[in-house]
């Protein structure tokens, strides 16, 4: 019978005892027990800590909404209150602009009289003879010429005021409008951030959300501006109704002494166009028959000229005869009967034209002698119409201001029945 042995090998690692194998196994546990005390209290402490940051965080959101809400309910109630003031500027503006706009169309209906008395004082310093006078009716037309210049200066300074007046309520009005309009684009900012919430889809980090952003100020430099706005549209609202008043009150006392004016020089002015006419109808009748006796010197001068240019073809034709029979050959180039008739014709008919052209020449003369001296009645009787004209303008601006109804009668009318109606001069007009 055979016998059998195991070797056995060991590792050549230290062993521990028994006793140090139960201690490693309670340290095990110790330890375990440990870290889940330690991560009971970590998960309890973040749990706590979870529920303190969310009410936080929520209130911190609540209290940025009310102070959003109450910014939006600031800015609205200041925009209101700058609304207001911005409707009276424009209210204001617009009232003021009307009395400026009419004051302006005062003045500037006093440039037609005052360029027509200028008008007419320059043509009767410009008269020759005995038409220079200082009569009462020039006398009254340079006082009318004053009243009118100094209404003219008086309106002008009230436009210039209510102009300067209405650009400082304009650059009030720019910055109302420009601070209405940072406001709504302030409230429709902050109601669009009102309607954020953390599961909005446009929201991300930012690069130093807490900065001051640059030109920005306080809440208190901001109210103050606020008021500031406001003071400054109420100050410039305060004496915007006494620039008004003035202007209404300047226009109706340049038309009072304008009208005072308009009496006191139309009769003269009425003597003077009568005057004028009754020269004027004078040379046109001159002037009619000058032009009959033109057009009866220019007939003359056609049918002479006409008879000229017959007798030329006549010449040419006994000319030409001449020039052809002296192509004859030999004996035949002789001086016979019919070659001296032809010489006699070609002498008479030199000699005829000749004396028709001295005629010509002694009716064209004739013609210019008329028509220079009708020339110098044009120029006398375009002076007449000038002089006339201006007095007829003088005269018809005083209707047209005082809204009589001696102006419109004759506004349709031709320009002479016109000046006959204003002259009444039906029986001076000469007929043939």
Known sequence: MAFRSVVTMEKPLQHISLTDWYARVNQMRNVADARRADAFAIRHSSRSLRNETRIEGDWANYETNEALTDRISE???????????FEKIEREIFMLQEEKNATERELEALAGPISVIAECLTIRDGRLGSEITYDEADTEIKNELVVLENNQRLLADRCQKAWEKLNRLEEVRFKIGLEIEFKVEAVQLDNSQLALDRNSANISYKPDPTRNPKNSCSYETWLENVKNIKLLAENELADTYAIREALFVCREKARNMLQSQQER???????RIFETQRARNELEWQQLKMKEEMERAMCEIRTSENALRD????LKLAETRLENRAQRSGMELCMDLAHDMLCLEVEKLREIRR????KIDESKTNFSLLEEHGKR????LENKQHSLMTDIRALDLRMRLRGGEFGSKVANASQTDRNITL???ENEIPKD
């Not at 800015?75 to 003031?85: A, E, T």
């Not at 007798?311 to 006549?314: E, I, P, R, Y």
């Open 423 to 425: 002259t009444r001069m």
């Open 377 to 380: 009645i044009d120029v006398d």
């Open 265 to 271: 020089a139309e009769h003269t002015i009425r003597k």
């Open 75 to 85: 800015l609205n109630r200041w925009r209101d209150i700058i609304s207001k003031s």
């Open 311 to 314: 007798k030329t073809d006549a």
């Open 355 to 358: 004396r028709l052209q001295a």
